[in-house]
């Protein structure tokens, strides 16, 4: 890992930008991918709003590290191209496995022979994946947290045949990128922290699918009542609720009926969470 230098992080929204411009705020140098050149510009938008986001919240990135970072990123909607480099690609697109099957099919032809495969998935476990890489022992899921520079976990997580080296490899990146690596030690689905949180989460959706109580409630009585500092629907914003509805329309009849009060109350809205500036709350547009 020590000799690695190129880092390209393929989808630019929420959570892949905020995994690009780390990686490049510690010092790698970064592709971000996306697939055409207006997603790209919007890429760019969020970037530099990241940028500020750290000057505010992260020691010594007032000192011009920010900017540095932001120097160390550049832009391709071009695969080949974009990968030409790449020590690592992180993969952080949409959570629908026909357009990570097909990502990975055609990566595994365009990305030079050392390059780690790594997913950011957060549902598909990467033995469901792993044969359409063309190189199984080279690919794994690396998981990261939203709001990086605060939530700093990256879980790792191999499949029966990753190679154990690959594996340590990816942890040791984890760290040098500033993260704690959390070291799972078989498959499990959720890994970690969404085991934990999905199932919070989706206790929440039913509530208000089920016309117990407005969202505004249940954060209200979650925070009062356990001293946490966000409630599920704050939670909602922040991983943006394109994802929710991906990972609630696969669920039960429960969690379908939730997928379907978010699009027709907030996704045909264009209210997208943080992101887009309004979700369940409203937020500044530079929010990330």
């Given amino acids: 890992m020590s000799e690695w230098k190129n880092v390209t ?5 929420v959570l892949g930008s905020q995994i690009a411009y780390q990686t490049a705020y510690s010092g790698f140098d970064v592709v971000a991918f996306d697939i055409d050149a207006t997603v790209l510009d919007e890429a760019r938008q969020r970037f530099t709003g990241l940028a500020r986001t750290y000057v505010e919240q992260v020691d010594g990135a007032a000192d011009g590290k920010a900017d540095e970072a932001l120097a160390r990123v550049s832009y391709s909607s071009d695969l080949a191209e974009a990968v030409k480099d790449a020590d690592l690609v992180i993969e952080a697109i949409p959570e629908n496995f026909d357009i990570k099957k097909d990502t990975y099919t055609r ?4 990305a030079p022979p050392k390059t780690i495969f790594a997913t950011n998935s957060s549902t598909l476990l990467p033995s469901s994946l792993m044969e359409f890489t063309g190189r199984p022992e080279k690919f794994l899921a690396l998981h990261f947290a939203n709001q990086v520079w605060i939530h700093n976990t990256a879980e790792v997580m191999g ?11 990816v942890a040791d990146f984890a760290s040098a990128i500033g993260m704690v690596p959390i070291e799972i030690k078989k498959e499990k689905a959720g890994y970690l922290l969404n085991s934990l949180l999905v199932p919070f989460l989706g206790a929440a959706g039913e509530l208000v699918a089920d016309g117990i109580a407005e969202p505004e409630m249940i954060d209200k009585t979650w925070k009062i009542a356990t001293g946490a500092p966000h409630g599920p629907f704050e939670i909602y914003d922040v991983v943006g609720l394109t994802t929710a509805y991906n990972i609630s329309s696969a669920g039960g009849p429960k969690q379908q009926e939730f997928a379907r009060y978010l699009k027709e109350n907030y996704i045909d809205e264009g209210k997208l969470g943080v992101a887009t500036g309004e979700g369940f709350y409203k937020y500044p547009r530079d929010a990330t």
């Avoid at 992080?9 to 929204?13: E, K, S």
């Avoid at 499949?159 to 490899?169: A, I, L, M, N, R």
């Fill in 9 to 13: 992080v393929l989808g630019t929204g």
């Fill in 107 to 110: 990566l595994g032809e365009v």
């Fill in 159 to 169: 499949t029966e045949k990753t190679d154990p080296k690959v594996y340590q490899e």
